[in-house]
C-alpha cells in the first residue's frame, strides 16, 4: 500500500480551507538543547508542519535532531533535504526535490537516484516536490550550493510555465521560494499567477517574517507557508502566532 497520509491530509486541509504553516529546522543552525523549548512553542502556535533541512548539514546531524523532535511533537516533521545525506527514516515524510528553476542535472535527477538506496525499503513517504527558486536581490545559499541561478522576478510567465511543466511531470507539491533569510518575501503577482495555474498545492517561502506578511502570501494564493529565519532570530514571534 502506497504511505501518502501525509501529502492526503494537506489536501484534505486545502479543501477544508484551512491554511498550513511549516516551521523550518535548519540543523546547522540550531542548538540541540534548544529542542525542548522550541518545541513547545510550535507546538502551542498554528504551525500544521516541521520541516527539516538546510543546505549544508553535518553528516547524522539531521537524524539526531529529527529524533530529538519527535519525542516532543505529533506534528509532522517533514524532511527540506539540502543533500541526500539529510535523508532520515526517523521523519515522517521527505519532500522529494527537483530545482526545476535550475538546470543543473545533479539537482533534477543526480541526486534523487543516490537517494533511493536509501528510500527502496524505507516507510518515508516520499512527495515530489517541485521547487521554484526566485531571485530576491541576494544570493541564496541554494544557488551557492547547487550552482543553478534563480528565475528573475520580471518574466511571470516563464515562472509560470515551470510551475505547469513541474506539475505536468507529476509533481505533487509546488515550492516557490525566495531563499532562506529572503530581504523581502515573493509579490503577490507571482504567488497570484503560479497558484492561477495549479491544480497541486501551493508552498511559499524565504523572507517572511511578520504575520501580516504570513496571511498576505495566503491571501495570494499559498496553501501552505514556510518560515524558518524569522523563528531562528526571534522565538517570541511564536507569541503572535498561538492557537
Ligand atoms: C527557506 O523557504 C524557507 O527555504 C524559509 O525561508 O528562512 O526566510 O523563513 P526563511
Known sequence: MVNNSIYQSILNSISNDEKLLAVLID???????????????????????????????AEKATEIL?????????LPVVLFPGDVTQITNKADALLF????????????IGKHVEAVSKLRHSKLEVISTGYILIESGQEAAVEKVTDTKPMPRE????????????????????YLEAGSGAKRPLNDEIITAVKSELKIPLIVGGGIRSKNEMKNAYTYGADMVVI?????????????LRK
Open 97 to 108: 526535490l527537483s530545482l526545476i528553476s535550475g538546470r543543473n542535472p545533479e539537482y533534477l
Open 27 to 57: 540543523p546547522d543552525k540550531f542548538s540541540i538543547e534548544n529542542t525542548t523549548s522550541f518545541i513547545e512553542k510550535v507546538n502551542a502556535s498554528v504551525a500544521t508542519h516541521i520541516f527539516v533541512g538546510g543546505s549544508s548539514v
Open 155 to 174: 518574466n511571470i510567465q516563464n515562472i509560470i510555465d515551470t510551475a505547469k511543466a513541474g506539475e505536468f511531470l507529476g509533481m505533487k507539491l509546488m
Open 228 to 240: 524558518g529565519t524569522a523563528f531562528e532570530e526571534d522565538e517570541s514571534f511564536f507569541d503572535k
Open 66 to 74: 529529527v529524533a530529538e523532535i519527535k519525542m516532543h511533537t505529533n
